[in-house]
Each structure stands twice: as C-alpha cells, then as structure tokens.
C-alpha cells in the first residue's frame, strides 16, 4: 500500500537541479519520538510548510499565515505531498524555474507525542490529529482538523488552550529566524 509514498514528491523536483534532499529508499525510519517540522517558505507566496513525521514520511501542509500562540485563531491548512524524512533538515534555496522556487529555513523544529489513542497516520485519515509539541519555539497542544466540503481540501491548524497559549504573542513575526542557522529569508536571499 505503501507502493511508494514519495512518487509524487520526487516527481515534482529535478534533483540534479535543486538541492533539496532527495530521501533515501521508500520510507524513512524515524528514531525514538517523531519529529516535527516547520520550514518558511519565500515561494511565489510566503508560507509555513507544517511537517509531521508519521508512516515513514513527513506528512505535509502549507499553512500560509503559520501557527498561531492564539486558540482563537484558525488557520488554513492546505495539504501538500509527503516529504522524506531528510527534508525536515533542509534549509537552502530552491533556484528559479525550479518546484517550490525560492528560500527555505527551518523556522521551528522538535518532536511530537499524539493526544488521543489512535496512531498519528490513522487519526490523519480520519481527519483529525489532536497533538503536543515540543519545539524550539513552539510547545503546547495543537489540532489539525480536515474540513468537509467539495474541491480543494482544507485543513485547519489551532492551537488548544493550554499552557503554551498566547492571546498576545505572534513567534511567526517576533521570532522569524531558522532554529538551525540564526539566518532569517532576507539573509538567506542576500546571501
Ligand atoms: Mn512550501
């Protein structure tokens, strides 16, 4: 069933062009806790890709305000292609003409535990995952619910009301550099 998780990922990218990782093998095998990542992404629009290991890949969004600190809010979750494992290190420049053109940074990264009995690969495909983080910058309870409706499908990511809650504080506008590197988009495109 797993024919191969990653098609659609490697069919999208040159890798003799990009320098992103092409991932090794079918599948990925996490070690210990599962990991999380969010990288910025300076493509044609600016977005968050929000990353979480589960089935030996990273399963993917792009969430183009970012998490929020705030219960409150709700934000758009647009599903993307699942990513090796080896992706949640990159950090670089997609060059131009290239799929997903433009700067990468690894803004928040660390590793999540499941809220709830099922696996995180099961509750996805039941359309909800209730989950804690533990980043860098990110900590606390999140959900990642799928929406009903026709076309397109749409996720929303909130953050639970718990500890780790800010009404106030935005970490995507105080704190917008890599967890990796210190550099910020600008400095990566100025490089
Ligand atoms: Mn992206």
Avoid: C
Avoid at 2 to 24: I, M, N, Q, V
Avoid at 103 to 127: M, Q, S
């Amino acid at each position: 069933m797993s024919a191969d998780r990653l098609h659609r990922f490697r069919e999208k990218r040159d890798f003799s062009k990009t320098p992103e990782p092409r991932g090794r093998g079918r599948r990925g095998r996490g070690s210990g806790e599962p990991r999380f990542v969010i990288q910025k992404h300076a493509a044609s629009s600016l977005h968050y890709d929000f990353r979480l290991e589960a089935d030996g890949v990273l399963k993917s969004w792009a969430v183009p305000k970012g998490p929020s600190l705030d219960p409150r809010e709700k934000r758009l979750a647009m599903p993307t292609e699942d990513h090796p494992l080896a992706y949640g290190d990159f950090e670089g420049v997609i060059p131009e003409g290239q799929y997903g053109a433009g700067e990468v940074i690894v803004w928040d990264t660390g590793t999540y535990r499941v809220l709830g009995d099922e696996p995180a690969g099961e509750a996805l495909e039941n359309g909800h995952l209730s989950f804690w983080l533990e980043g860098e910058k990110l900590r606390g309870g999140y959900a990642l619910t799928r929406m009903g409706g026709d076309g397109r499908e749409r996720w929303l990511l909130v953050k639970k009301d718990d500890e780790g809650a800010d009404r106030r504080r935005n970490p995507v506008s105080t704190q917008p550099e890599s967890v990796r590197s210190g550099k910020t988009i600008e400095q990566l495109a100025r490089r």
